[in-house]
C-alpha cells in the first residue's frame, strides 16, 4: 500500500441488501486498494442471504472495515438506502476524512480505482463528485451507450468531497429512487464540477434497476422516475425512442414511455424542487440542441461529451 499520507483520506458507506451474490468481489476489491480508507461502514438492511456472514468474514481480517445489521423490512424501497447512508455516515461523523464515497455490495473495482480518483480531488479544489465509467455483462457501457453524459456520476460509486456533500445536505430520501441523481445534479447547480471519467471503469454485476425485478419491470420504474424527477417531456421522447432502435433494449424504450405517461396521468408526486427541476430541464434541452446540431451535421453523435465538462452560466445558477 502507498503512503496515505500524501493523500486524501476518504471513508466508504455500503448500504446494501441481499447483495451475497456479488458482494464478496466488492469486498475482495477494497481490500487490495492502493489507497485505504480510514473506514468502511457497510450496512447490511435487512438481508435474508448470507451476506451478513461474508462480510463479518472481512470485517474480522481488517479492523477498518464495520458491519451494521439492520431488521429485516417487508418494504423494499431507495428512501432505505439513504437511512443506512446516514447510519454509516454517524459512525465516522469523528474521522477527520475529506471524501467520503457511496459504493453499492454490487461492484467489483481495479486496485487504484480511489487513488486514481483522489487524485482528481487533490488537482481540482472545485471538483465536488467524480466517479468512472461503467460497464455490465452483457456489453453495456455507460461512456458509449447512455446520454447522461461526463458530467453525471453514477450511483454505484459516488465519490463526494465532504464540503460538496454536506452543502447539498447529502442524499434526500425519496421512495421512488434518483437519490444518487438528485446530489450530483444538485452540486452541478449550486456551482460544483461533477465529472465522470473514462481513463477507468469499473463493472456493475447487473443491470441497473435489476435487483427485484425484469428488464421491462425495470425500464418502466426508470420512466415513471423520469416524471418524478422531473425530465422535460420532449426528451423523453427522444429518450425512449433512442431506446427503441438499440437491441435488445426495444421492448424496454416502449415501457420506458410507459412509465413517464404513467407518471402523468397519476401526478406522482415529485421530491424535486423547481429550481432543480428547471435546472435539470435546462441541461437535457442543451444536451438535445447538440444531438440535433450533429445529425443535422450528420456528424456523429459523442454521447460523452454531450454537456460540456465546464458548468458555465448557462447551466448553473451559482457560483463558487
Known amino acids: 500500500m502507498k503512503n496515505e499520507s500524501n493523500n486524501l483520506p476518504y471513508v466508504l458507506i455500503t448500504p446494501c441488501r441481499n447483495e451475497a451474490r456479488f458482494i464478496e468481489e466488492t469486498l475482495k476489491s477494497v481490500v487490495s486498494q492502493t489507497i485505504l480508507p480510514l473506514k468502511w461502514v457497510i450496512v447490511n438492511d435487512g438481508s435474508t442471504d448470507a451476506t451478513e456472514e461474508i462480510v463479518t468474514k472481512y470485517a474480522a481480517q481488517h479492523n477498518w472495515i464495520e458491519l451494521i445489521n439492520r431488521p429485516a423490512r417487508k418494504e423494499r424501497h431507495f428512501a432505505a438506502k439513504v437511512e443506512a447512508v446516514n447510519i454509516g455516515l454517524e459512525c465516522v461523523k469523528l474521522l477527520p476524512y475529506e471524501i467520503v464515497v457511496n459504493l453499492d455490495g454490487d461492484v467489483t473495482l481495479d486496485s487504484d480505482h480511489f487513488e486514481f480518483l483522489l487524485s482528481k480531488f487533490k488537482q481540482d479544489p472545485r471538483l465536488g463528485v467524480a466517479g468512472t465509467v461503467f460497464h455490465e455483462p452483457g456489453g453495456y457501457n455507460s461512456g458509449t451507450d447512455s446520454f447522461e453524459g461526463q458530467t453525471y456520476v453514477s450511483g454505484q460509486c459516488q465519490v463526494f468531497r465532504r464540503k460538496c456533500f454536506e452543502e447539498i445536505g447529502g442524499y434526500i430520501p425519496s421512495k421512488a429512487g434518483g437519490i444518487d441523481w438528485m446530489a450530483v445534479t ?135
Open 186 to 320: 444538485t452540486a452541478r447547480m449550486v456551482g460544483w464540477k461533477t465529472r465522470s471519467f473514462r481513463e477507468k471503469s469499473f463493472l456493475h454485476h447487473r443491470p441497473l434497476g435489476t435487483a427485484e425485478r425484469g428488464a421491462v419491470a425495470s425500464a418502466f420504474a426508470y420512466g415513471k422516475k423520469d416524471y418524478i424527477l422531473g425530465g422535460h417531456p420532449l426528451w423523453e421522447v427522444f429518450r425512449c425512442t433512442y431506446r427503441m432502435t438499440k437491441r435488445p433494449y426495444g421492448i424496454a424504450g416502449v415501457a420506458l414511455f410507459a412509465g413517464y405517461v404513467s407518471g402523468f396521468l397519476s401526478r406522482a408526486e415529485r421530491p424535486v424542487s423547481d429550481e432543480l427541476m428547471r435546472f435539470h430541464r435546462r441541461e437535457q434541452m442543451l444536451k438535445l440542441k447538440t444531438i440535433l446540431s450533429s445529425l443535422g451535421r450528420l456528424k456523429s453523435i459523442n454521447n460523452f461529451e454531450v454537456l460540456p465538462a465546464e458548468p458555465n452560466s448557462a447551466q448553473t445558477t451559482t457560483a463558487k
